[in-house]
């Protein structure tokens, strides 16, 4: 029985692993080139996934696109609420959150989506 079990699990995990490299790859994409850039051409050829994954996955650009953002903004959302989730005073956690935000905002993988971010 676990014969046929241990496929699927390997299954799963390949095809969480391409879904990986395709988000990825579409980020470096993002990053270097900047959103009218992004190809699938060139999320498959960078992530060695296939046409049919990215469709199955995402449903096509905007649906990777829209992933990749929104992975990024709960990444970002994540560390700023453990800014202000923690027990000390108000004024110290807005603080925390302001020199997190900063400092998030000014990273050189942030920087360059300023004009993609504010559209």
């Not at 496929?7 to 391409?18: D, H, M, T």
């Not at 060139?42 to 992975?71: H, N, P």
């Not at 800014?83 to 020199?99: K, M, Q, V, W």
């Amino acid at each position: 029985m676990s014969e046929t079990l241990q496929p699927v699990s390997k299954q799963i995990s390949r095809g969480e692993a391409r879904r990986r490299a395709m988000l990825d790859a579409t980020w470096e994409i993002l990053a270097t080139k900047g959103f009218a850039a992004v190809t699938l051409n060139d999320v498959i050829s960078r992530s060695g996934g296939s046409r049919t994954t990215l469709y199955e996955a995402f449903g096509g650009k905007d649906g990777l696109i829209a992933s990749v953002l929104t992975e990024k903004c709960q990444e970002f959302s994540e560390i700023l609420q453990t800014s202000l989730g923690s027990d000390i005073p108000p004024r110290e956690a807005l603080l925390n959150f302001t020199i997190i935000m900063t400092e998030k905002c000014l990273d050189d993988e942030i920087y360059p989506h300023h004009e993609l971010l504010a559209a």
